[in-house]
């Protein structure tokens, strides 16, 4: 019989502010070990907690943006566990009344749009990290990231494969990052997720899960859900059972193994944080953050196609984050006359050479406006599209504008058909054997032909005219 996948995500996502949940320490990334530290987050007796209201807001903006219930009144709760990068021996979390329940995740399907539930956010504060790279025999502690704020976003077990898993987390990172609650580098340990998986047959409850832990690689994640699917259907076709368990993914052997046993809520003896009150939030408080939201990605995806004319595909790209958004707005607003062409130019040329220096859209040397003075020179026929990707190459280097590199470098198209018969004719005398091929009937010795008009006016010939001209004069 066939099995039926069924998985669940938690994602613990760093949450954007200067210092940390419950104290004054900085959460800049890549600082000295141990040296982002205080009393407060490095547990000290008597040492007491002060809530940073902008995790706050910012966990609000998310349960906004997925259309959840925002709880007025939300609490804290002690988690309690022992592990060495954990100084208090607790973890400062929500576990009862969570700040935000319910919502949703849209992501793309075989038969149009998949709605993949959220069961809640809480907020909580990040562990430390255990460092055993290089180092024998025994494992370093750093505790700079202990207390960073986090919110854990908990799905429903609607997604049915490990290609949904990963649209949902696509999904979830685009929005995080686009409202800018989360920096959400996966690199940096800012997005991370845990995978519930299990498998059953279709009409059965639900079969037991194992939990994937603290993955933050797209491709490792698939490879994960895809590997342990595989591994509980052959555990169960042989006869054994499944157990509950959470296990670690080894991306260098391909294979996840057993970490320990899976604790339940009980296990960690949660109790309300005797250290800090319940959390109020006012509604007016609420619906101030839900004024100041931005448009969403999905709806910045349907206006970009059905405002510009988009592709699904360029929709998509120039709506990743509100920077790339902006910048293609501010092209089309310059090059008003073809916005299709100016979504071309951004998504397939311009980003593509600033991924190779590294760059990000906001650090580009070429500014929206200079672009579109360069759309302009392809649209007036002063240079082809192809004298163009140079000179935008050029453009990047130098910072120059179009005009400026155009006029200095002599690259205006030739467009004169008197100029372009004088070059066509020279390379008709130059190969003979292939003129009479093609008045012979070889029709595809054409490309030769534009090719070598277009290598004789290095590149500035007017490719609609010299096509143009070539059947003309190759008739004889």
């Known amino acids: 019989m066939s099995w039926e996948v069924v998985i669940g995500l938690e994602v613990h996502c760093q949450i954007n502010t200067r210092t940390k949940a419950f104290c004054g320490c900085s959460t800049r990334f890549g600082a000295e070990p141990n040296t982002q530290t205080c009393p407060v987050c490095l547990g000290m007796p008597g040492q007491l907690p002060v809530l940073n209201t902008v995790a706050v807001d910012k966990s609000i903006l998310t349960g906004l943006a997925i259309g959840a219930k925002i709880n007025l009144e939300s609490r804290f709760d002690r988690k309690n566990y022992f592990y060495p990068d954990l100084p208090k021996g607790y973890q400062i979390s929500q576990f009862a009344v969570p700040i935000v329940e319910g919502g949703h995740i849209d992501i793309p399907?075989?038969?149009?749009?998949?709605?993949?539930?959220?069961?809640?956010?809480?907020?909580?504060?990040?562990?430390?990290?255990?460092?055993?790279?290089?180092?024998?025999?025994?494992?370093?502690?750093?505790?700079?990231?202990?207390?960073v704020p986090l919110m854990e976003i908990v799905s429903e077990p609607d997604m049915r494969s490990a290609d949904e898993a990963i649209a949902y987390l696509k999904q979830l990172h685009q929005l995080v990052r686009f409202l800018e609650v989360s920096g959400a580098d996966m690199e940096k340990g800012q997005f991370r997720c845990d995978a519930n998986v299990s498998v059953r047959r279709p009409g059965e409850p639900l079969g037991t899960r194992t939990e994937l832990k603290n993955m933050n690689s797209f491709r490792f994640i698939k490879q994960a859900i895809d590997y342990e699917v595989m591994r509980q259907i052959e555990v169960i076709e042989d006869g054994g059972k499944v157990v509950q368990e959470s296990r670690l993914w080894d991306s260098v052997k391909n294979e996840s193994r057993s970490m320990r046993s899976k604790e339940e809520a009980h296990d960690y003896r949660y109790f309300p944080e005797p250290d800090l009150p319940p959390l109020r939030v006012s509604q007016e408080d609420v619906d101030a953050i839900r004024a100041g939201m931005p448009e969403l990605p999905g709806q910045l995806r349907r206006r970009f196609e059905t405002e510009f004319g988009l592709s699904p595909y360029d929709a998509d790209v120039l709506s990743q984050t509100r920077e790339l958004a902006s910048w293609y707005e501010s092209l089309v607003a310059a090059h008003p006359a073809d916005p299709k062409r100016c979504a071309n130019w951004m998504a397939n040329e311009l980003l593509g050479r600033l991924k190779e220096a590294g760059k990000e859209i906001e650090n580009s040397p070429v500014s929206a406006e200079s672009l579109a003075g360069l759309l302009d020179r392809i649209a007036d026929n002063t240079i082809s599209g192809k004298i163009a990707k140079d000179v935008l190459d050029a453009m990047m280097e130098s910072g120059a504008s179009a005009d400026a590199i155009i006029e200095e470098r002599g690259l205006k198209q030739v467009s004169d058909s008197g100029a372009i018969d004088a070059i066509i004719r020279e390379v008709m005398a130059a190969n003979p054997e292939q003129v009479e091929g093609y008045r012979g009937g070889k029709d595809k010795l054409m490309g030769f032909f534009v090719g070598q008009v277009m290598k004789a006016s290095r590149g500035q010939a007017n490719p609609g005219v010299v096509n143009q001209r070539l059947k003309e004069l190759l008739k004889g």
């Open 109 to 147: 399907g075989k038969d149009g749009e998949k709605r993949i539930g959220v069961t809640r956010i809480h907020m909580e504060e990040d562990a430390g990290k255990s460092m055993h790279e290089g180092l024998e025999a025994v494992s370093h502690i750093d505790l700079n990231r202990s207390g």
